[in-house]
C-alpha cells in the first residue's frame, strides 16, 4: 500500500487487532470491577482504537478525548502541544488513557505528569502498539496491545502526515 511517497506492506490484521483488542478490554473489565474509570483517548491516532476497545468494556466508565499533537513526519519532533483541552475534574478518578502507539515515550511521559497535578486515584495507560527499542522516556505501560519493532507504522487510526488512518489493518514501512 501507498501512502504520500512512502510503501507500507501488511503488518497487523484487523482479525488478529480485534482479537487483542478483546483481550486488552476484558483484562480492564477485570481489573477495574467495583470502580468507574474514566477513559481518555489521545486524539488524533486513538479514534479506532478507542472506540473498540471501549465497546467492549462493561465496568461502569466514562469516556472523554483529549488532541495531543507530538509528530511530524517519520521521526517525533520532541514538541508535546495540547489542542484540545480535558473539561473533566478528574481528582480521585481511576483514569485510563488510551494511545495508538508509544513510541520515545516523551507524549505520554508529559501528559501524565500533567494529569498528576489533579490528583486523581490512579492512572494507567493503555496503548495499541509500543516499540521498546525506541522508548527513551521509561513509562509504566499497564495495557500494551502489541510490541512491535522500531519501524514506522500506518493505518487504524495511525497517519504519516495526516494520511494512511483509514484502514481496519495496520502497514508497516517497507524498507
Ligand atoms: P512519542 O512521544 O515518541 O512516544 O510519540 C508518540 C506519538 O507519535 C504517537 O501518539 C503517534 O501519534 C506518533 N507515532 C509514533 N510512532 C508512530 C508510527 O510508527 N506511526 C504513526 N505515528 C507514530
Ligand atoms: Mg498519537
Request: aromatic content about 10%.
Amino acid at each position: 500500500m501507498n501512502v504520500l511517497d512512502k510503501t507500507f506492506r501488511p503488518f497487523l490484521s484487523a482479525e488478529v487487532l480485534n482479537e487483542r483488542i478483546k483481550e486488552l478490554a476484558t483484562q480492564i473489565n477485570k481489573d477495574y470491577i467495583g470502580k468507574n474509570p474514566i477513559f481518555i483517548g489521545i486524539l488524533n491516532g486513538s479514534f479506532m482504537f478507542a472506540s473498540d476497545l471501549y465497546k467492549n468494556i462493561t465496568v461502569p466508565s466514562t469516556i472523554s478525548f483529549i488532541k495531543l499533537v507530538s509528530y511530524k513526519g517519520t521521526t517525533s519532533t520532541g514538541t508535546v502541544i495540547t489542542a484540545i483541552g480535558l473539561e473533566e475534574d478528574l481528582t480521585d478518578k481511576d483514569v485510563i488513557l488510551i494511545e495508538d502507539i508509544v513510541d520515545t515515550g516523551k507524549t505520554m511521559k508529559e501528559f501524565v505528569a500533567t494529569l498528576h497535578k489533579q490528583s486523581p486515584a490512579s492512572i494507567q495507560i493503555c496503548t495499541l502498539l509500543h516499540k521498546p527499542e525506541a522508548l527513551q522516556h521509561p513509562l509504566d505501560l499497564k495495557y500494551v496491545g502489541f510490541e512491535i519493532p522500531n519501524k514506522f507504522v500506518v493505518g487504524y487510526g495511525l497517519d504519516y502526515d495526516g494520511f494512511g488512518r483509514n484502514s481496519q489493518e495496520i502497514f508497516q514501512l517497507d524498507e
